[in-house]
């Protein structure tokens, strides 16, 4: 069955007892759709969609998280519930373990579907810390479930050998920052989703994140990276973002740009 997608829903999700150093990113979310009300953003997109009452783009409200309830179960539900009602996702975390269950709920409506990971770290490790599902693991677990049909990540600059051997084990295809630029476009073969991490940008553009990594990528490149997208954005997550390390707002602004210039994608790509 084809399914026809209507809008997209900018879901928040206020999680972070998975993050594996310092506590904030659950208090993401709503610093960044304060910017996205504030006024101090043009609603419109690079791409050219105005995002202002636009019947293709709203609010939805923050994922709950009740006590008796794993965080992956009610995640993939939230996320499930959108899909199913023809909403696309472009969710506000949050570490980024909360990109698994995002993607479980995918893969249900997308069995084809392609990942853009761009991140400083690969998010391989097969346990961190004891721990499967802390946000070192997101996308060990995706690629152990076959979630995806490809998965590229772009902007990584630490690697250990186990996580080279989980990239290797998985066919990752990795493109580490001492390799960067880019020598040809990334081309994709059906649906793509992209997996943000904040600080796979340069923490000199967006110093709120709790593993500041220099070396990475330009906002610029990342706003590039999402235009030159050359099949269907059908969903993202930005995550990663710690307001408690921010200063003066920078990372809050940045992330709010990119996530209008992700919304402006998934619409011009992918809602009639």
Not at 188 to 216: K, M, N, Q, T, W
């Amino acid at each position: 069955m084809v399914r026809t997608y209507r809008a997209v829903s900018l879901l928040g999700i206020p999680f972070d007892d998975n993050s594996s150093f310092e506590r904030g990113p659950a208090l993401a979310p709503d610093a960044v759709k304060q910017v996205l009300t504030s006024g101090s953003l043009n609603k419109g997109t690079e791409l050219g969609v105005n995002l202002a009452d636009n019947p293709k783009w709203f609010f939805a409200d923050n994922v709950q998280f009740a006590q008796d309830m794993h965080f992956n179960d009610a995640i993939e539900q939230a996320v499930a519930a959108q899909l199913d009602s023809g909403q696309l996702v472009l969710s506000l975390g949050g570490d980024h373990s909360v990109s698994y269950p995002i993607l479980k709920a995918y893969a249900k409506h997308f069995p084809t579907l392609n990942i853009l990971h761009i991140d400083a770290h690969s998010d391989l490790y097969d346990s961190f810390k004891g721990n499967r599902f802390a946000n070192a693991c997101p996308f060990a677990r995706v690629m152990e479930d076959n979630l995806c049909q490809r998965l590229v990540q772009i902007g990584i600059r630490t690697l250990n050998q186990h996580q080279v051997e989980q990239a290797q084990k998985f066919e990752v295809e990795m493109v580490e920052m001492r390799h960067w630029p880019l020598e040809q476009p990334l081309t994709f073969d059906g649906p793509v989703y992209l997996s943000l991490d904040i600080d796979g940008i340069d923490p000199a553009f967006a110093p709120g994140v709790s593993h500041r990594e220099p070396g990475g990528l330009t906002t610029r490149e990342v706003i590039n990276l999402i235009h030159q997208i050359d099949a269907p954005l059908v969903g993202a997550d930005v995550v990663e973002f710690n307001p408690n390390r921010d200063i003066d707002g920078v990372t809050a602004q940045v992330a709010a740009k990119l996530t209008k210039e992700l919304a402006g994608k998934i619409i011009e790509s992918s809602l009639s």
